[in-house]
């Protein structure tokens, strides 16, 4: 039997969903024997000197990738590793010389360019014609020195291969998926109830389609013509004016059980969001039992 352990370093951004992604390999990965893991987490967040050092405090991009470089460096005091694993290309694009010492993997729910092209919904602007060449060869050294790259869905996979030559051998899709067990209703849910319940999941109330669906709730339940009473719960960071039949949730955190147990009480999710690549939150829904309703756009489709 071979008891080889491998010294992985995990350089992970904590933004969006990509934080849920991060809890559910820091649960599954130490199931794997051979892995002795080495957890780099990347937060948005700047504190302290660095939140006044220009470029770096308001560029994602440079601040995820020196960070990532940094833990990097930091990993590499305390052991030899045998292989890196990067999620998002974002965090590997200034590491490019790491990626060429050792054994890597850069994981990405999205192209660079494919980003672009929702970039209005995520408050995200593109640079000088110049800057964005830049960019875009740093991007191709990237995904060049990676030893292999793994995308959430095929739509991305299809963009590595069109916008930066990348060979589709190089490339292996895996949704991120989830825990189906721990989301699945201990029991059936009922057929029938006097209330219909919808449920919308969204930290970014604006940009997932909260104002949007609350719109088409209001519409509703102005009608007045459904046998059942109809609800909607809101799951969201934003702060909501209080009205009726609308329940808002500003504290609930991702995997929590709380959050479950409200996705087990609703009988229909809805995600009408105008700008996104992959929600995960999509698989929570699924895997909870959840029909649900979404729009098509990013790798939703």
């Not at 109830?193 to 940009?207: H, S």
Request: proline residues 6%; contains cysteine.
């Amino acid at each position: 039997m071979n008891s080889a352990k491998y010294q992985v370093g995990f350089l992970l951004e904590q933004t969006l969903g990509h934080r849920t992604h991060t809890q559910n390999l820091q649960a599954n990965v130490p199931h794997d024997p051979s892995i002795v893991p080495y957890w780099g987490l990347i937060p948005w967040e700047t504190s302290g000197l660095a939140s006044y050092v220009p470029l770096y405090n308001r560029n994602w991009t440079v601040r995820a990738s020196l960070r990532a470089r940094r833990l990097i460096a930091d990993f590499q005091q305390q052991t030899t590793l045998d292989a890196l694993f990067i999620h998002t290309q974002v965090a590997a694009i200034l590491a490019s010389d790491w990626l060429r010492r050792i054994p890597s993997i850069v994981s990405l729910d999205a192209t660079p360019l494919q980003y672009d092209t929702l970039g209005a919904h995520y408050a995200h602007q593109t640079h000088s014609r110049w800057i964005e060449k830049q960019k875009r060869q740093l991007y191709r050294k990237c995904f060049g020195h990676a030893q292999r790259l793994v995308t959430w869905s095929h739509w991305a996979k299809l963009g590595l291969i069109e916008e930066y030559a990348v060979p589709a051998e190089k490339i292996t899709v895996i949704p991120p998926g989830v825990p189906v067990r721990t989301w699945q209703r201990a029991t059936q849910r009922p057929q029938e109830r006097d209330v219909l319940k919808i449920l919308f999941v969204g930290g970014d109330f604006q940009r997932k389609g909260g104002q949007l669906l609350l719109d088409a709730f209001r519409i509703l339940r102005g009608q007045n013509s459904y046998q059942q009473r109809i609800e909607l719960h809101v799951v969201t960071q934003q702060q909501l004016p209080s009205e009726s039949q609308v329940f808002v949730y500003n504290n609930l955190s991702p995997n929590s059980p709380a959050l479950k147990a409200l996705f087990h009480d609703c009988d229909i999710f809805a995600l009408p969001t105008a700008g996104d690549c992959l929600p995960m939150v999509l698989s929570e829904a699924g895997a909870a039992g959840l029909p649900l309703i979404a729009t098509n756009v990013g790798a939703i489709a």
